[in-house]
């Protein structure tokens, strides 16, 4: 069940966004005219000002915006949401203080309002508090019906700026358990274990996608990487060619992109490079150095003792 504050933001979204996503900027203007001359006639009409301030918010004019909202404020101290759509709007402002001062009004008040923890929570790591701020975002994520994947990437990203990669990653596998392996959640982790050299873990992160993702030309290259970075030539080649079928198993018109002619480009150049590695893996399969010759003497030997045997 929806809370009662959500359902007064999504009225006000409701008449906008649709607006919004059909009609461009000029269109917005023309609205945000339209509706000047509405409040001229109106000047008492709080929500006249709280629609005219979305649509400045819309278009990032967020002081417009602002004043918008404080206009409404002061017409009807009491109209829902005012000092949650100012703080959002001080947060793009980065008054970062004044909106956490707003938001914990209102939260002492609204104690279930997701969107206003999600916001507080971006005022919080803007000011560097990041311990506030990643327990916000926990509130949020737990707090909305469907959380969206940024929300648990903002929060990851937060403990990783502040050089707390562990937690991050502890939070990325929240993340995969509440939403499954998308590919930013898995990207992210990666990418912060390669940066430490934790090639495995890295590799176990890709394996968690779907094997349709998984087995794309930008995975299996990404996964021949990291196989190289362990010294794994082999594996690493594997990977390769498969990433380049991949290519070639694409619409003509997909193959032609730039990324994925650069792409193929860097995967034979990849290929090229591992020659060495792949010669030196192959050689290892077999006896070298003094010990090495002994033993194939000795099996050498050995077979011709058999054939004697048979020959008998």
């Known amino acids: ?32 005219a339209a509706l000047t001359e ?5 000047p008492g009409d709080a929500a006249l000002y709280v629609r005219r301030g979305s649509l400045y918010a819309l278009d990032e004019s967020w002081a417009q915006a602002l004043l918008d909202y ?10 829902p949401n005012i000092d949650f759509l100012k703080a959002k709007v001080l947060v793009e402002l980065e008054e970062n203080e004044r909106a956490v001062a707003l938001l914990d009004s209102v939260l002492s008040q609204e104690p279930e309002h997701a969107d206003g923890y999600l916001i507080r929570a ?32 903002e929060r990851a ?29 898995v990207e992210l982790a990666v990418e912060e274990e390669e940066k430490r050299g934790h090639y495995e873990e890295a590799l176990r992160w890709a394996d ?7 087995h794309s030309p930008r995975w299996r290259a990404i996964a021949g990487n990291l196989a190289h970075q362990l010294g794994q030539a082999s594996r690493a080649e594997d990977e390769y060619r498969k990433a380049l079928a991949a290519i070639d198993a694409l619409p003509p018109a997909r193959q032609g992109t730039e990324a994925m002619t650069a792409l193929r480009t860097e995967l034979t150049s990849r290929l ?13 399969a077999y006896p070298t150095g003094l010990v090495g010759q002994g ?7 050995a077979l011709g003792i058999l054939v004697v045997r048979v020959r008998k």
């Open 208 to 214: 968690l996608l779907s094997p349709t993702l998984r």
């Open 122 to 153: 971006r005022a919080h790591v803007a000011l560097g508090h990041i311990d506030e701020g990643t327990d916000d975002y926990t509130r949020a994520i737990a707090l909305f019906e469907r959380p969206a994947p940024r929300y648990y990437l």
């Open 272 to 284: 090229e490079t591992l020659a060495p590695s792949l010669s030196t893996e192959a050689a290892s």
């Open 157 to 185: 990203r937060a403990l990783i700026d502040a050089g707390r990669v562990d937690e991050a990653l502890a939070a990325l596998r929240e993340a995969v358990a509440d939403l499954g392996p998308l590919p930013s959640l």
């Open 1 to 32: 069940m929806r809370k009662r504050w959500q359902i007064g933001v999504t009225v006000v979204i409701a008449v906008l966004v649709p607006t919004s996503i059909a009609l461009g900027h000029g269109d917005v203007h023309e609205r945000i």
């Open 38 to 42: 509405e409040i001229e006639q109106q």
């Open 295 to 301: 033993l194939a003497l000795a099996i050498l030997v």
């Open 70 to 79: 404080e206009s409404a404020g002061r017409v009807e101290p009491s109209a």
